[in-house]
């Protein structure tokens, strides 16, 4: 479980301007397998929350808990070992333009150590899980952009994460794709992961019929099962 108590966020400005507070006393708890929309406007708060939950950033006041473990005075190792258990996406698909999809997803395992021969049939595995394994051998710039974002979510599942966070992931895709890969999200969460998605896309929230935290000006405004896009 990950919980939020109260936390506050205000970036320090470097050039002395008034700090306008980022977040603003958010509470909300996640549970194992749920899947959360975070939803609002563009600077509302959102991706501070998913960098929050990754220890990449904390609380001025407040606090986020992990499993149990405050992350506010976290050690690096154990801000490691909290990443290891994330799988993230993002909007732009940050794969590696000269290997290939099969490459993408094995590299995510080789820089940890592991033999790429043995971690073979885990890449086929995921790349099954999100329909490539016909385009294993193709380039990124080959792919259309909704494959594109199944392989940089093939590498996000390769380390079986048990959360995914996915800022935004069908920003730059076409209505078409951004429901492909809807479904993709929520074969995953089926089969167990939690999700915390945040995205502005009106169609994906309504029709997601999941649990929806919208945030306003770094406040949640609403936080609803079943919920739907208001901003
Ligand atoms: N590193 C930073 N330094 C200073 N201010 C920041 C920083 N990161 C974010 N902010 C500010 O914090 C607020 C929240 O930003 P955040 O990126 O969380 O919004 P968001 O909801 O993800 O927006 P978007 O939908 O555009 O991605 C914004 O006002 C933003 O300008
Ligand atoms: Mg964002």
Excluded: W
């Excluded at 470097?14 to 600077?43: H, M, Q, Y």
């Excluded at 380390?159 to 078409?176: C, F, K, M, Q």
Aim: aromatic share 8%; proline share 3%; with cysteine.
């Amino acid at each position: 479980m990950i919980e939020f108590k109260q936390v506050s966020k205000d970036y320090v400005s470097n050039i002395g301007k008034e700090i306008k507070p980022a977040l603003r006393e958010v509470s909300f708890s996640v549970k194992d397998g749920e899947f959360i929309t975070l939803c609002g406007r563009s600077g509302a708060g959102k991706t501070t929350i998913l960098r929050m939950i990754a220890c990449e950033e904390k609380p001025t006041t407040g606090s986020v808990v992990f499993y149990g473990q405050d992350t506010i005075d976290i050690k690096e190792k154990d801000a490691y070992s909290i990443r290891q258990q994330l799988g993230f996406i993002f909007q732009d698909f940050k794969l590696l333009p000269y290997k290939t999809v099969f490459e993408n997803v094995a590299y995510a395992l080789e820089v940890t150590g592991q033999d790429t021969k043995k971690a073979k049939d885990e890449v086929m595995k995921v790349l099954d899980l999100v329909g490539l394994t016909k385009k294993a051998n193709r380039f990124p710039k080959e792919l259309s952009g909704g494959e594109q974002q199944r392989t940089s979510i093939a590498r996000a599942l390769i380390h079986r994460p048990r959360i995914i966070l996915a800022d935004e992931p069908t920003g730059n895709l076409d209505p078409y794709h951004s429901r492909d890969i809807m479904k993709v999200l929520l074969k995953i969460n089926e089969a167990g992961s939690t999700i915390i998605l945040s995205t502005h896309n009106k169609e994906i929230v309504n029709n997601l019929k999941k649990r929806v935290i919208t945030i306003d000006d770094g406040r949640i405004v609403r936080d609803e099962e079943n919920g739907m896009f208001f901003i």
